[in-house]
């Protein structure tokens, strides 16, 4: 089995490497969206408490529906590709930074915004300045959370025709190659592993840097 | 709509295969979690041990743990609910094992000093008081079995992921809608009824005077 999934890879390097490639550049595409989205869409919430309620009520939703429902959801609407692959795991990875980023908002320690407020910091300043670097430890866990997921679920846009490693293992059960199948397997898993490994250090960094600068 | 009208007993029948698929996935996930859970509460090696290797279960893609048991258990539900059990450790270990010892130190030794014996502590004391916590993990666990599951039709498991590989397949967006949406209802539903007996339970415990 192992010289088997050896020499699959060997002669089939430049499948990998596209499979590869297109799974980074897919999952990249969607964390990248689902940060610029919910982000700005965290300090509106904030701001507004009374629309709070229900927007975070309708993420919690949309953070249980599951992954393939999501995905093959955008076929009757986007059709196949790229672009329905990205726009729903970019849903998909939203909802842990969004509800991340606005429970460490709201829970900076009343008392270190006070004496911002007693030094003459505007609203912005405020923001900027203290509530941010603050929070930023849990929005980063938000946004690893949601690399992982994003990741995970790209494996899923095979189904759509969104391509990345998922193909590898669809196309290894197309034709019950085991070899193909097993290495299609051990690929995708890796990169999620890594993906876990490589934002728990970053993380760690984070909030080592925001520990010394407090 | 016609076809989710004119076939809803289908929809139906896939959505018994569903529940009977996670139940019977949740109800062997808690038989192996809660001795794991119970024996790993106090003993941290142990628990950091359980932590490490069910963190990385948990981390990899639904199709490729598929990929890495078919060529041991083949196709159909067994594999299916092996993976989804295989998921399921990491809460249920880490909420079974928290919920037991985040109690009180005082409620322990009470229960020490009015001569409860350790079977009896953990069954009087200990796991009542954990309920809500183990709830909760319990709520995290089926709703991420129920996604699971869609994707275990891919491996003739059965189930409302069927209707949607068949919708595919048949490029008929209709079905993969109705799939799509029960599975997501399911989902929702499971979430908030497990969310609602959470907090009773939290409730209830908090009007306890302990």
Known sequence: MLRDMIAWAAAHGHDLEQAAGRHLSLSLTALGAAILLALPLALALVRRPSLAGSAIGAVNVLRTIPSLALLVAMLPLLGTGFVPAAVALTLYGLPAILLNTYTALREVDPDIVEAGLGQGMTERQLMRRIKLPLALPVIFAGIRTAAVQIVSAATLAAFIGGGGLGELITAGMGTLDMPQLVLGGLAVAALAVATEIGFALAERGVRRTVGSAA | ?210
Do not use: C
């Open chain 2, 1 to 210: 709509m016609n076809w989710t009208i004119e076939n809803w007993d289908r929809l139906a029948e896939a959505l018994g295969e569903h529940v009977v698929m996670v139940g019977t996935a949740l109800l062997i996930s808690l038989a192996i979690s809660l001795p794991l859970g119970i024996w790993a509460a106090r003993r941290p090696g142990l628990y950091v041990a359980t932590m490490s290797v069910t963190g990385v279960l948990y981390t990899i893609p639904a199709l490729a743990l598929f990929a890495f048991l078919i060529p041991f258990m083949g196709l159909g539900t067994a594999p299916a609910i092996t993976a989804l059990v295989l998921y399921s450790l990491l809460i249920l270990v880490r909420n079974i094992a928290i919920g037991i010892r985040e109690l009180p130190a005082e409620l322990i030794e009470a229960a020490d000093g009015m001569g409860y014996g350790r079977a009896r502590r953990l069954l009087r004391i200990e796991l009542p008081l954990a309920l809500p916590v183990i709830v909760a993990g319990i709520r995290i666990t089926a709703v991420s079995q129920i996604a699971v599951a869609t994707i275990a039709a891919y491996i003739s498991a059965g189930g409302l992921g069927d209707i949607i590989f068949q919708g595919i397949t048949q490029d008929f967006g209709e079905k993969i809608v109705a799939g799509a949406v029960t599975a997501s209802l399911l989902a929702i539903v499971v979430d908030e009824a497990l969310k609602l007996v959470e907090r009773r339970l939290r409730a209830a415990s908090a009007a306890e005077p302990l």
